[in-house]
């Protein structure tokens, strides 16, 4: 196990598009998070996973934004109807219950 | 609400200087703080936490409860420390335990 993969590592969309974001995390970490970080800003939480529970949302996560963990492994991201607001880098994390977190890549994405 | 401040965006400094980036934190319960490095074109990594109370890559950071810090430190910088740093607060409370609360970052430049 290499750590936590993202893809994809980049994205040009049109505003308007909608886009799916993938992570996979450490095999054995049961939580999961995703942040976003805008230029020139720490990474923001958006929300997280517990195995394939999703227990909390940032108010940062508009109606547009959509995430699942269907089987408490991989994650995916959901943009709707996106905006030019919405270019960003997204970030997943992986960690075991009470324990650091460990980064993917991240997602670059950009909304022409 | 918990926040974490960096203060200094860019820090600079010559090989073999002392360095300290600071970080300020506000948060109601007990504090567990962290430090993230993000080097150029890598994911971002944990570099220390403050309950291991350890040194890594000769970095040194001590809670100061009474004054809400976690200041990192080394004695000695080196040209690879150059970096871009960010100071992190845990949320560990309830539901929202896990949740990273991200300082803004500092971009320390180490010249040789």
């Known amino acids: 196990d290499t750590g936590v993969s993202q893809d994809p590592r980049h994205k040009i969309t049109k505003r308007g598009q909608n886009v799916t974001f993938r992570c996979d995390p450490i095999?054995?970490?049961?939580?999961l998070y995703w942040y976003r970080q805008t230029l020139g800003q720490g990474p923001e939480f958006l929300t997280y996973?517990?195995?394939?529970?999703?227990?909390?949302k940032s108010r940062l996560l508009s109606d547009r934004f959509s995430a699942e963990r269907p089987k408490g492994s991989f994650s995916t991201l959901e943009i709707q109807r996106t905006e030019q607001g919405d270019s960003a880098m997204y970030l997943c994390?992986?960690?075991?219950?009470?324990?650091?977190?460990?980064f993917g890549p991240g997602t670059r994405l950009l909304v022409l | 609400a918990q926040r974490v401040t960096q203060p200094e965006k860019l820090l600079s400094v010559f090989k073999g200087a002392p360095v300290e980036l600071k970080c300020n934190y506000s948060y109601s319960g007990s504090p567990e703080l962290f430090w993230y490095v993000q080097y150029s074109r890598q994911r971002l990594q944990l570099l220390l936490r403050h309950i291991s109370r350890e040194s890594i890559k000769g970095f040194t950071a001590d809670l100061n409860k009474g004054e809400t810090s976690f200041h990192l430190k080394k004695p000695f910088a080196q040209e690879e420390d150059s970096a871009m740093y960010y100071c992190?607060?845990?949320?560990?409370?309830?539901?929202?335990?896990?949740?990273?609360?991200f300082g803004q970052g500092t971009i320390l430049t180490v010249h040789p």
């Open positions: 994390a992986s960690s075991a219950p009470r324990k650091t977190q460990y």
């Open positions: 996973f517990q195995n394939e529970a999703q227990l909390e």
């Open positions: 095999s054995e970490h049961n939580r």
């Open positions: 992190a607060l845990l949320n560990a409370g309830g539901t929202s335990y896990g949740k990273l609360t």
